[in-house]
Structures are given as C-alpha cells and as structure tokens.
C-alpha cells in the first residue's frame, strides 16, 4: 500500500536532504574533534588525521600536525560518513522535520548519532573505525557524536523556517 512504508521520507528526498543534514553535522562534529583534539593532544588537526588510517594505516593515528595528506583525507572520510548517516536520519524522520514537529526530530537525531556510534564502535572492524577514538577520551567521543545530534537537528530547524 506504501510505497515508501507510511512515515519514511522517499530515498530520493532524503539523500537530497542528507546533503545539507550531514554537512551541517560533519561540519559541528568536526569543530568538537578540533577543540578536544587542542584540549587532550595539544593539537586540533589530531583526531581529524586519525580518520585517514582508512587509507594510510596506523600511522596516521599519530600524525599531529594538519596536512593535505591526513587532515583533508580525513575530514573528507568523516563528511562522507556524515552525509551516509543523514541519509537514513532523513529517511527514517525526514517528514518530522518537514512537520516541525521537533519533539521528534531531536529524539531522531539522537538516535540515528547513538546508532552510528554503536556500528562505528561495535560492529566495525577496527580498519573502518573513524580513528580519531584512538586520540580522544570517552567523554570526548560522547561530545562529537552529540554535535553530530545537533547538526541533523539544527539543520531540520533552519531549512524549514
């Protein structure tokens, strides 16, 4: 009867809006990595360079200073990442946001960040984990995962103003 099941945003709309969603959350999340990576490591590129160990191995797990090489690599890994897990943010709560029904839509971007950090900790291969838990705290991570919540969430509320 429902082609897309009756509250799921249609794949087409929704990795649309993914592009915007996860931007935004790829964008706050990447922030977070800085200012704990200056906070716990001395140097804000860090954690972002972490995440390039899916191409340059473990190495880059150590690599401080920003570079094309680590850091570009590496947020480019992360943005990606970002906008995957926005597409099912916006699939599965896409017409919440539409709604303006923001009781929903945090608890959505809650979810899909606590859902992301599960995969990315639990059942990933530690080849494929982001890196960057190999320079941050718990704490840290909570924090990042969290601004990735908020970016879905800020982005639903600007684009439906």
Partial sequence: MFKNGPSTMPWARATRD????????????????????????????????????????ERATREDRPSLRHTALGYVIHHAASVFWAMFYERWF?????????????????GVAALAAFVDFRLTPERLTPGYEKRLSCSSLVAVYGAFAAGLAISCALRRR
């Avoid at 896409?94 to 971007?109: E, H, N």
């Fill in 18 to 57: 993914a592009l915007l969603s996860g931007s935004a959350a790829s964008a706050l999340s990447t922030v977070v990595l800085a200012l704990r990576g200056r906070s716990e490591t001395g140097r804000p590129a860090a954690p972002t360079n972490a995440t390039s160990h899916w191409i340059w191995g």
């Fill in 94 to 110: 896409g017409r919440a946001c539409a709604a303006r029904d923001m009781p929903t839509v945090l608890a959505g971007s809650a």
